[in-house]
Nanobody, 130 residues
């Protein structure tokens, strides 16, 4: 059974930091990427960041570049999203998801297409107060 379990969300003041964790297990892709997405009330789910398992390449949405950092601990099968300088507009439910990679290369935009992802976690709430 595939499981993606997010943790680390909470309430923080603007300018503060949080670190989200995504513990992944149960999938058998030879190559894959894990992405973080978020969904604010009344808005579509959007891609935030992604990391490739094969070479550790990372991708970021323009809105979070320079503030968020994605990393992975392969020994723990866990992906982290360090979020600094948080803004009220970062308030959302944050989801991690995994996509099996079947080809040798992908465009950067591919990793932000939520419909490409195979499995999703339940999400963790992040609230940034002004």
């Amino acid at each position: 059974e595939v499981q993606l379990v997010e943790s680390g969300g909470g309430l923080v003041q603007a300018g503060g930091s949080l670190r989200l964790s995504c513990a992944a297990s149960g999938f058998t892709f030879d190559d894959y990427a894990i992405g973080w997405f978020r969904q604010a009330p009344g808005k579509e789910r959007e891609g935030v960041s992604c990391i490739s398992s094969s070479n550790g390449t990372t991708y970021y949405a323009d809105s979070v570049k320079g503030r968020f950092t994605i990393s992975s601990d392969n020994a723990k099968n866990t992906v982290y999203l360090q979020m600094n300088s948080l803004k009220p507009e970062d308030t959302a439910v944050y989801y991690c998801a995994v996509v099996g990679l079947r080809f040798t290369s992908y465009s950067g935009s591919y990793y932000f297409r939520r419909n490409e992802y195979d499995y999703w976690g339940q999400g963790t709430q992040v609230t940034v107060s002004s």
